[in-house]
């Protein structure tokens, strides 16, 4: 059998060059077999094995013949030193391993991109609040023209001003609404509140546009308050890693995209 598989087999892997693959197939085991989580002989004595094996196929430590020093100890003073050098070479692991992931730590919450976090959280949380106070703020009336309309997926797709809105009412005669509409727009964001319809009977119908801006703001109040809550909460946590890169780069896209939809500042 072939020495360097033997030591990959033990690991349940076979031979490679890749080491996030070797070491992948250790702290699996490791985990497993450590002293601290199973007490058994067996356990113990696989574990000394699979760190002497992780340490040969990641190149840590060549194959050698070790039969001259093994003569001069008992079995049992042999074991107890590979599992006390089994334990510290997991113990730096370990170690390396925290190293490792405080210094990717580091990395995001330095330089220019965290600069640009910051900067961009106040920013959100700004809009966030912005967005608050322009949905409780009376609404400002402006003349729309209702210029056709069809029906999709359940909802009204209705043209007004040649821009789209979705409603979602079936009680409705459409073909005998006026022409002209009234648009009840927001102050500052100027998106559409509501509709106002007029029917033949000269009577007001008023309609809650579906998937707007408005219609949906509490979700985005607090997509734009997490960049916010990410520089605040900056802990080494895959919780943090996950939310940092949402931040950076998702949130600031959708920011743009409602900034320049629907002429938002177009009553100005």
């Known amino acids: 059998m072939n020495i360097a598989k033997k030591y990959f087999d033990t690991l349940g892997i076979v031979p ?3 080491k996030a693959i070797i070491k992948k197939a250790y702290r699996k085991l490791a985990f497993k077999y ?3 989580v199973n007490a058994s002989k067996e356990a113990h004595l696989k574990f000394i094995e699979i760190t002497e094996a992780y340490e040969i196929c990641i190149g840590e430590k060549l194959i050698t013949n070790k039969g001259n020093v093994k003569a001069n100890k008992s079995p049992q003073q042999e074991r107890e030193e590979r599992m006390q050098r089994a334990r510290e070479f997991y113990r730096q692991t370990k170690i390396r391993e925290e190293i490792e992931n405080r210094l990717f730590f580091e990395s995001l919450i330095s330089g220019k991109k965290w600069k640009f976090l910051k900067f961009f959280s106040v920013v959100s949380a700004l809009f966030a ?3 608050l106070i322009d949905y409780h703020l009376p609404s400002k ?3 729309g023209e209702f210029m056709s309309y069809s029906y999709e997926n359940g909802f009204l797709k209705a043209n007004i001003s040649n821009e789209t809105y979705y409603l979602k009412s079936q009680s409705i005669v459409w073909s005998g609404l006026s022409k002209y509409v009234v648009l009840k727009r927001s102050v500052i964001f ?3 509140k509501e509709i106002v319809f007029i029917n033949k009977d000269n009577r007001f119908v008023n309609l809650k546009p579906e998937w707007t801006f408005f219609e949906l703001y509490w979700l985005f109040v607090l997509l734009f308050l997490l960049p916010l809550f990410v520089v605040i909460y900056k802990r080494p946590t ?3 890693t996950f939310l940092y890169s949402i931040s950076i780069y998702i949130i600031p896209l959708i920011f743009i995209i409602v900034l320049l ?3 938002r500042f ?3």
């Open 16 to 18: 490679t060059t890749d």
């Open 34 to 36: 450590h002293p601290d």
């Open 129 to 131: 609040v912005l967005v």
């Open 141 to 143: 009336d402006f003349k």
């Open 190 to 192: 100027n998106d559409v």
């Open 238 to 240: 895959a919780l943090f």
């Open 261 to 263: 939809t629907r002429n």
């Open 266 to 268: 177009g009553i100005f």
